[in-house]
């Protein structure tokens, strides 16, 4: 059974951000032929990586197996604490600003991190290949998702949000307009039908009004039927991939 073996110990980096000013912990598992020729891989980044790259990691190696998925390499982006108090910043990295929380309202700052910083390095050190990026991002991970793909649709080929989590500043996301940079972009969102009720309405506003106003990217939504706000992760990162590389989604060349 080796070669169902996921977790690669040497794929692990602490990266001191020159922008946000702290670190992360960046795991890297590489496709299981990655030391066997010379191809460039699909790069796929999960936020949140301290919980979604153990699990997600395993998963798109298992999805490789059975599926018509090609192997990648998979980036996870950790903060190595689950709380603020311990140095996790994701409600202010993958924020836009609130009214009710002054911490929110990072992530311009986070997106520049990505572009300047961690994307630059793993194209430096590993064969990737910069076309066929993708984003997950779950709650407020998903927040982000959206608004990279806004307002930055050319950093990342796919975005996947899990459970966007909008509840706190709907206005602002109502408001923000998608910046006309000409990419094949693609925006998978996925929710629950079980998700929290808080986040349901807010949710629901958003994808009306982008499914009837013409935006720089291909646009999917799945309703994950009987899954709640987190254990749908899974779930919907298996749908976002597969719906990325069936041939349904824009290919950028």
Partial sequence: ?????????????????ETLGRSFHIYVNLPRAYDWGDDEYPVIYLLDGGMTYPV??????????DEP??????????????????????????????????????APQFIQFLDEE?????????RTDPSRRVLFG??????????AAMMRPDLFWG?????PALHRNLDVFLDLEPNDIPAK????????????????APRAAWLDKWTEKPHPWKMDV???????????????FRAGMRWLFSGDSEVRE
């Fill in 159 to 163: 975005y996947i949000a899990s459970n």
């Fill in 185 to 200: 972009t693609n925006l998978f969102v996925a929710y629950g039908t079980r998700d929290n009720d808080r986040f349901v």
């Fill in 56 to 65: 997600l990691s395993a998963y798109f190696l298992l999805m490789t197996i």
């Fill in 118 to 126: 961690l994307l630059p390095f793993i194209d430096a050190n590993y």
């Fill in 138 to 147: 779950q709650s407020l991970g998903g927040q982000f998702a959206i608004y």
């Fill in 222 to 236: 799945e309703i994950l039927e009987g899954e709640y706000h987190a254990s749908a992760a899974p779930l919907a």
């Fill in 69 to 106: 998925m090609p192997e990648a390499i998979i980036v996870g982006i950790s903060y190595g604490a689950t709380s603020s108090a311990d140095g996790n910043f994701r409600s202010t990295d993958y924020t836009l600003p609130s009214k009710e929380r002054e911490h929110w309202g990072g």
């Fill in 1 to 17: 059974m080796d070669y169902l073996q996921s977790i690669k110990p040497e794929g692990y980096h602490l990266i001191k951000s």
